[in-house]
């Protein structure tokens, strides 16, 4: 291993010490524990270490000046994030984020470009210069018209504010990372180093690898379970699609469907309880509820989106006539469980301890348990090599977090420090005439747009702040409000041409990248129907009756599967829907209108209401007789 990845493990195992020396109240560090000393030992420890990873491509004898280039850059954000958590309690007892001494002033102004550069090498230039314009913003605000109006403020007053004061870079969004996401981070990476990967593909193996097409649900299982916990698509696409991409092409499924299956299912993670890949818990911190309440209201929606991929692998292995794998190439299950009952007894030592109101604090518990018997094992025991991976691999993802978050730390804190963020709610009320759809697909628009540059925690952390007021003001339920966002905010991971999720997959299938997009966007269907159903009908979420929630989850299940059927063109019990080969023109038109008419009565059942429901009943009702005689005919 090379210096610059020692520099990193060695600044990762100290994070790691940080924020357990934080979350457990140590107090080992002295002064150096006050909020924003703490994060500014975050930004020393991460932000630095942008400049060490994503480096600039020197090429020829520019090669060397790009080498000094990333060292000084890395050096200057370490050594001046490191002073400004020295100087901490001066920070805050002194009130320099008002009115600073001139060599404070002159750092944090370096430190806000330095914060710039970083975003531009994590989240692409695009997002760097909609955070620069947005930093820049206060010293012109009050020159602008309309929306953007608002206090101005004078060069010195801007930079102070930015990076002194706790609202802006050091405010919510870092905030978030260093109470709550980072004991999540160490868990996932302490799951993928220990093999938890591997076993929850066995496990899923082992439960449904007999199937037909058990292999692509197995992709669906496994990535549910893991990325819940990772948190991050792109990962668990590494992860679990490396093995399952290969063995959806063996048993015949094609390249393309095989990706964009796994693309879906990883994507779909984030979504699912119990962790949520860590968004239950910011979550609930912005709802100021328990986390169960908020892992509660996800149920229906993810497992509707599951469903709806189910359903159309299912009907992909019905039209290519494939089957389970043999059982002689299936892990047993109870070995399979034997050998890693430890990794699901983590997760009920998870739950047990967020069940006491512990978020925080759960994760490393977790974490502790898992790394302590898997080193009691002699086949998962931690070599120095996993070690090094493990601190390392938690490393790149503080890094990235750390400084996108930084960057919408200062956009929040823009609209904040002007005013504009407490009008901002009632401006859109205005601009949108109350129009509730109107409003509503202002929102996805901009949670979609939002979420093509950033994870999915920071796009939800910015839409909570900015937009969510505006729609709650609305008379919307908070929880349907806030899961929207959420949804909305990770449409783009496999959306073409973003589709972050999807690149990966591809790559391992040696698949066309666009067409795999417009497969996964075809299976993810649900995923951007749902989320403007449940805004409307918040029993989606849980909130209402337990009549309510019965009935508007039933409907929402049936809707899910006659679409999802459509979508693919098969439904069970049913048979083939759509046009056939050898078809004369009259006939493929009458058999495609028939798979047209399904689709809409899913569509119907799913809009929440009597009258959509009835309606979509009676499509059904004629349709699918139809069809029936149709299929036993031919």
Known sequence: MDLRKWIIV???AFGIFLAI????????LGNLDLENSYSYLLMALFLSTVFLTFKVNGQGKYRVVAMWLDGALFLASFLISLYMAVMGYDILMKGWSAAAPTHMIILSTVLWFLILEATRRTGGLALSIVVACFSFYPMFAELLPGLFKGAGLDFHSTVAYHIMSPDSALGIPLKTVGNILIGYLIFGVC???TGAGDFFLKLAMGLFGHARGGVAKVALIASALFGSVNGSAV????????ITIPLMKRVGYPAYFAAAVEACASNGGQLMPPVMGAVAFVMASFLNIPYLQVAFAAIIPSLLYYFGLLVQIDGRAVSLGLRGLPKSELPPLRETIKGGWFYIFSLVILLTVLFYRMETQAPFFASAFLILITNLKKQTRLSPKKVQNFFYGFAQTMIQLVAILCAVGMVIGSLAITGVAHAFPSEILHLAGKNLPFMIFLTAMASFILGMGMSAIAVYIFTAVILAPALVEIGLNVMAVHMFLLYCGILSFITPPVCIAVYPAAAFAEASVMKTGWTAMRLGAVLFIIPFFFIIEPALVMQGS????????????FGVWLLASSLEGYLV?????????????FEWLFNNLLRCGLFISGFLFMIPGAITDITGLIIAACII??????????
């Not at 020396?21 to 080992?28: A, K």
């Not at 019990?573 to 023109?585: C, S, T």
Request: aromatic share 14%; glycine share 10%.
């Open 10 to 12: 060695v600044l990762s």
């Open 21 to 28: 020396d934080q979350v457990f109240y140590l107090s080992l």
């Open 191 to 193: 799951l993928g180093i």
């Open 235 to 242: 990962a668990n696409v590494m992860t679990i699609g490396s």
């Open 546 to 557: 337990i009549f309510a929630i019965l009935y508007s989850s039933g409907t929402a299940f």
């Open 573 to 585: 019990f049913v048979g083939r829907f759509g046009a056939r080969e050898g078809d004369n023109r």
């Open 625 to 634: 007789p139809l069809q029936y005689n149709l299929n036993r005919r031919a």
